[in-house]
T-cell receptor, first 114, second 110 residues
Framework: DTEVTQTPKHLVMGMTNKKSLKCEQHMGHRAMYWYKQKAKKPPELMFV???????INESVPSRFSPECPNSSLLNLHLHALQPEDSALYLC?????????????FGDGTRLSIL | RKEVEQDPGPFNVPEGATVAFNCTYS??????FFWYRQDCRKEPKLLMSVYSSGNEDGRFTAQLNRASQYISLLIRDSKLSDSATYLCAVNNNAGNMLTFGGGTRLMVKP
């Protein structure tokens, strides 16, 4: 069982909808990440939060808006998405952003844009 | 050239076989290396961190060759349950950014 919990597991939304993906970890990790993974491709980094501050944005379109309310939670707000945004969205966490500790992944939200 | 490259496979091997995967990386400043396993429609799960001295965990052995800039994963006595995609990941130490290889698919047959 993963120690990084993501909700919902599946999400279908229209291009005009607004929805949010949620991620939670209680391992005391201080770095959290959002990745996007398309079928038969590796995960691609979207955002990095270090100590609840956004430290890396990999040129992600503004229709994706991350938020870190506290050290255990990470949200991804979605608005006006495009069909090509359909993918598996993975949250991950690691102990310390400055260290070389491995990242642990949640089981993802499978997103479909109609 | 991609930052992290893997042979996509698939590697089709019989149960009990030994199989090895390589992963090359282009950034010589990379600091840490990992192997993840990903089952179909599931999340990547950490299999092993890869250390300079090499490390072993049961049937799995990981090696790092900094001079040639590659990491390897050796699986001995393959089981049916080892069938999955194996992703290597490289941390370039700039904010703990992981770059993944494209993954190598392993299919272990009875």
């Amino acid at each position: 069982d993963t120690e990084v919990t993501q909700t919902p597991k599946h999400l279908v939304m229209g291009m005009t909808n607004k929805k949010s993906l949620k991620c939670e970890q209680h391992m005391g990790h201080r770095a959290m990440y959002w990745y996007k993974q398309k079928a038969k491709k590796p995960p691609e980094l979207m955002f990095v939060y270090s100590y609840e501050k956004l430290s890396i944005n990999e040129s992600v379109p503004s229709r994706f808006s991350p938020e870190c309310p506290n050290s255990s939670l990470l949200n991804l707000h979605l608005h006006a998405l495009q069909p090509e945004d359909s993918a598996l969205y993975l949250c991950a966490s690691s102990q310390d952003p400055a260290s070389n500790q491995p990242q642990h992944f949640g089981d993802g939200t499978r997103l479909s844009i109609l | 050239r991609k930052e992290v490259e893997q042979d996509p496979g698939p590697f089709n091997v019989p149960e009990g076989a030994t199989v090895a995967f390589n992963c090359t990386y282009s950034n010589s400043a990379s600091q840490s290396f990992f192997w993840y396993r990903q089952d179909c429609r599931k999340e990547p799960k950490l299999l092993m961190s890869v250390y300079s001295s090499g490390n072993e965990d049961g049937r799995f052995t990981a090696q790092l060759n900094r001079a040639s800039q590659y990491i390897s994963l050796l699986i001995r006595d393959s089981k049916l349950s080892d069938s999955a995609t194996y992703l290597c990941a490289v941390n370039n130490n700039a904010g703990n950014m992981l770059t993944f290889g494209g993954g190598t698919r392993l299919m272990v047959k009875p």
